[in-house]
T-cell receptor
Framework: DAGVIQSPRHEVTEMGQEVTLRCKPI?????LFWYRQTMMRGLELLIY????????DSGMPEDRFSAKMPNASFSTLKIQPSEPRDSAVYFC????????????????FGPGTRLTVL | KQEVTQIPAALSVPEGENLVLNCSFT??????LQWFRQDPGKGLTSLLL?????REQTSGRLNASLDKSSGRSTLYIAASQPGDSATYLC??????????FGAGTRLTVKP
């Protein structure tokens, strides 16, 4: 498997524009997580899905952020309108079905999308 | 090579005990050190973030320390409760946003 795939790897946009980040989880994984990483706040969970259903979106900072998972192999994180303070690295991660989890609940991270909002 | 190690891999304690989880990192040029809690079927919950210029952070019953020179961090949990049972991960972040996770310590607190 190619691992978790994210696109684009880098995105530079202007304030007010819509930004869409994409993620393809590892095949067979039924959990998908979106995280945001900044140097000041570290890694923060935004939202996660189980079997394509959003389970916890309490980490989504504002209504400008939305996430969807239309099928088991694709998810998007959208920011509309974007603001300079949204600049960060956004990670997607996936993990195996709950019943397979043993000693550790390993999450496999994608390479991240570095977003810069000017 | 930047590696993060956590000891022990698993820990079981009776309720009420104070405990310490250990994290070590090979490259001391970290930007920050972050401790997470992981529950089965859930995302990582950030517990404490220590910037490289700081020595410790506290939140409630949790206290995390950082010693860059020795490449070590500890997470101290006071008066443990069954609800503290989870896997605890530490992660070192470097200046290129590269995050290196430890394998975690699985904590069980028995009533």
């Amino acid at each position: 498997d190619a691992g978790v795939i994210q696109s684009p790897r880098h995105e530079v946009t202007e304030m007010g524009q819509e930004v869409t980040l994409r993620c393809k989880p590892i095949s067979g994984h039924d959990y998908l997580f979106w995280y945001r990483q900044t140097m000041m706040r570290g890694l923060e969970l935004l939202i996660y899905f189980n079997n394509n259903v959003p389970i916890d979106d309490s980490g989504m900072p504002e209504d400008r952020f939305s996430a969807k998972m239309p099928n088991a192999s694709f998810s998007t994180l959208k920011i509309q309108p974007s603001e300079p303070r949204d600049s960060a690295v956004y990670f997607c991660a996936s993990s195996s079905p709950f019943w397979e989890m043993k000693s550790t609940d390993t999450q496999y991270f994608g390479p991240g999308t570095r977003l810069t909002v000017l | 090579k930047q590696e993060v190690t956590q000891i022990p891999a698993a820990l079981s304690v009776p309720e009420g005990e104070n405990l310490v989880l250990n994290c070590s990192f090979t490259d001391s040029a970290i930007y920050n050190l972050q401790w997470f809690r992981q529950d089965p079927g859930k995302g990582l919950t950030s517990l404490l973030l220590i910037q490289s210029s700081q020595r410790e952070q506290t939140s409630g019953r949790l206290n995390a320390s950082l010693d860059k020179s020795s490449g070590r961090s500890t997470l101290y949990i006071a008066a443990s409760q069954p609800g503290d049972s989870a896997t605890y991960l530490c992660a070192a972040t470097y200046n290129n946003n590269d995050m290196r996770f430890g394998a975690g310590t699985r904590l069980t607190v028995k009533p």
